[in-house]
């Protein structure tokens, strides 16, 4: 049976403190309160998607989508963070996070190939967004 994603509210709480548009504007549509969140651990896909869009219609700065992403680092991400921080190598690094990022957003399949000093990761999205129905997406990193 299919399930719904799932996405950390930390990446929600995150667009809440950057104070880039009202509470009340960035919960707009997606049946959440600052109330109800305190009692989540997760948000629904279509909420977290609801509250991208959100920001796009009303934050008060046209940059909000490189101010978020200035504001995530390892400690954003949590343990899988760390992990990928504690890492040998970039490689290393990379695959760690896709391995074990969708603990915190369950929004993905992904397949690592590692041969020799090259690893391939690909990335196929599993929402049903149309947003993001534009096929798998390939990385591949030359570790030598």
Request: charge should be negative.
């Amino acid at each position: 049976m299919p399930h719904s994603p799932l996405v950390n509210k930390a990446y929600v709480l995150i667009f809440l403190n950057l104070d880039l548009a009202s509470h009340q504007q960035v919960l707009e549509n997606t049946g959440l309160t600052l109330a109800t969140l305190e009692g989540m651990d997760t948000v629904t896909m279509p909420a977290a998607l609801q509250i991208v869009s959100n920001m796009a219609r009303y934050s008060s700065n046209p940059n909000w989508a490189a101010i978020y992403g200035a504001h995530l680092g390892i400690a954003s991400h949590g343990p899988v963070g760390y992990a990928a921080l504690g890492a040998p190598t970039v490689g290393k690094a990379l695959t760690t996070f896709v391995e074990w990022f969708k603990v915190r957003a369950d929004t993905y399949s992904k397949n690592i190939i590692e041969q020799n000093e090259q690893v391939e990761i690909i990335i196929t999205d599993t929402t049903g967004d149309a947003l993001f129905e534009c096929g798998p997406s390939r990385y591949s990193l030359n570790c030598s």
